[in-house]
Nanobody, 124 residues
Framework: AQVLAESGGGSVHTGGSLRLSCTSSTNTPFACMTWFRQVPGKEREGVAV???????YYESSALGRFTITQGSKENSITLQMNNLRPEDTAVYYCAASFSCSFDNWGRRERYYYWGQGTQVTVSS
């Protein structure tokens, strides 16, 4: 179900920064709010997750460069992306679940709620 909306995508050069935002059309709290990304021909992969309003976990290539935080609203998240690389180019999706844990947050099938995606393009 599409109850989430992403914004903040765009085009930057290598080393640049972008800040993505995700908001919900409902005020229902989620156990996990997660950023996924997908490129053509590849499986959608988890990038970062915010669990229980406190804990965060990252895909290895994002660690140290990306930061996921709660947004200005309770049921929203942001993804601050610094030192971007061309391999970060993808459509970034926001996903949310009422059931989530540290060992399964990156599994696409765990999520029912999704946004429409926002394009991030990083040029050399």
């Amino acid at each position: 179900a599409q109850v989430l909306a992403e914004s903040g995508g765009g085009s930057v050069h290598t080393g640049g920064s972008l800040r993505l935002s995700c908001t919900s059309s409902t005020n229902t709290p989620f156990a996990c709010m997660t950023w996924f990304r997908q490129v053509p021909g590849k499986e959608r992969e988890g990038v970062a997750v915010y669990i229980g309003g406190a804990s965060s976990y990252y895909e290895s290539s994002a660690l140290g460069r990306f930061t996921i935080t709660q947004g200005s609203k309770e049921n929203s998240i942001t993804l601050q992306m610094n030192n971007l690389r061309p391999e970060d180019t993808a459509v970034y999706y926001c996903a949310a679940s009422f059931s989530c844990s540290f060992d399964n947050w990156g599994r696409r099938e765990r999520y029912y709620y999704w946004g429409q995606g926002t394009q991030v393009t990083v040029s050399s």
